[in-house]
C-alpha cells in the first residue's frame, strides 16, 4: 500500500478518516457500524467484530466509505491472523451438488378413475342381481266361508201421484151460447157468449161454477173427461165442479 514504512489497517483507517475530515461518529453514521467497533480497528483490535466474517465486512464497508481499496484490506486482515479457514465451500465442494428426492405429488386423476370403476362395477352388479332375483310367491288368501248374500232392499212402493189442486174445463159451442164461469171464491173468470163452433178453456183453483144460458147448446169436457151436455136445449143451468169429482154436483 505505498513506499515507506507498511502502515497497519487501523492506521490506514483513521489516516484516510481524518483526511476526509471525518469524525468516528460521522463514519458510523455512514456505514451503519457502532463507534466501538470503529474505534477498535483503528488500534487494531478486531475482537469487536465477533468473528472473521464480520471482520472482513467491516473493513469492505470502510474502505468503500473512505476510498480505499477494501480487497487490499482484506488481504492484510487475512495475512495478519493467518489467513482465511476454509468455510462450508472447502469443506463441501460445491461442484457436487447433494441432490434431493424428488417429492412426488400423488396422482388424484387416476385415483378418482379408479373409484369411479369401483364404484360402477358395484352399481352394475347391484342391478344384475334384482333383475335375476326370483320373484317371492304371492300367497293368496282363499276365504273358505261363503260369502253371505246381501238381501235386496225392498222395493219402494210407489209415489202416489200428486193431488190436483185445479180444475180443467173446456166448452164447445155446437150453437151460439151465453155462459159465465166463476171460481171457488165467486169471483167471475169468464162472462160471455160463444160462437157456434168455438171453444173456451179455463183452469180454475179448487172449483169451477158454470152457468149455461142454453145447456143443450154447449159440450162440457172437465179434467179430460167428456160429459156432453149439461142440460137440456133453452134450460139455463149451474153446475160446480171439483178437483177430485168430475161429475156434476
Not at 66 to 88: F, I, S
Not at 111 to 138: H, N, T, W, Y
Not at 181 to 196: E, L, N, Q, T, Y
Not at 208 to 215: D, Q
Request: aromatic share 4%; hydrophobic share 40%; with cysteine.
Amino acid at each position: 500500500m505505498g513506499g515507506g514504512p507498511q502502515m497497519s489497517i487501523g492506521g490506514t483507517i483513521s489516516e484516510a478518516r481524518e483526511q476526509r475530515g471525518l469524525s468516528v461518529a460521522d463514519l458510523s453514521r455512514r456505514t451503519r457500524i457502532r463507534e466501538a467497533i470503529i474505534v477498535a480497528i483503528e488500534r487494531d483490535d478486531f475482537s469487536a467484530c465477533n468473528g472473521d466474517f464480520y471482520a472482513r465486512g467491516h473493513l469492505r464497508a470502510l474502505a468503500r466509505e473512505l476510498g480505499l481499496e477494501g480487497d487490499d484490506l482484506v488481504r492484510e486482515y487475512d495475512a495478519l491472523t493467518g489467513g482465511p479457514r476454509p468455510g462450508v465451500g472447502a469443506m463441501y465442494p460445491i461442484d457436487k451438488g447433494i441432490k434431493l428426492r424428488e417429492r412426488r405429488t400423488p396422482n388424484w386423476t387416476l385415483a378418482m378413475a379408479v373409484a369411479l370403476a369401483i364404484v360402477a362395477v358395484f352399481g352394475v352388479g347391484r342391478i344384475m342381481g334384482s333383475a335375476i332375483k326370483a320373484p317371492e310367491k304371492q300367497s293368496v288368501k282363499v276365504n273358505s266361508a261363503p260369502a253371505a248374500v246381501k238381501a235386496a232392499p225392498p222395493a219402494a212402493a210407489p209415489a202416489a201421484p200428486a193431488k190436483a189442486t185445479h180444475v180443467t174445463v173446456k166448452i164447445t159451442a155446437t150453437s151460439e151460447a151465453w155462459i159465465q164461469v166463476r171460481d171457488a171464491k165467486k169471483k167471475r173468470v169468464f162472462m160471455g157468449v160463444i160462437p157456434s163452433g168455438d171453444s173456451r178453456s179455463f183452469r180454475i183453483k179448487d172449483k169451477a161454477r158454470l152457468t149455461f144460458g142454453n145447456a143443450g147448446s154447449v159440450q162440457l169436457n172437465v179434467n179430460g173427461r167428456d160429459l156432453g151436455a149439461p142440460g137440456r136445449a133453452g134450460e139455463t143451468v149451474t153446475r160446480t165442479y171439483g178437483v177430485d169429482v168430475p161429475v156434476p154436483r
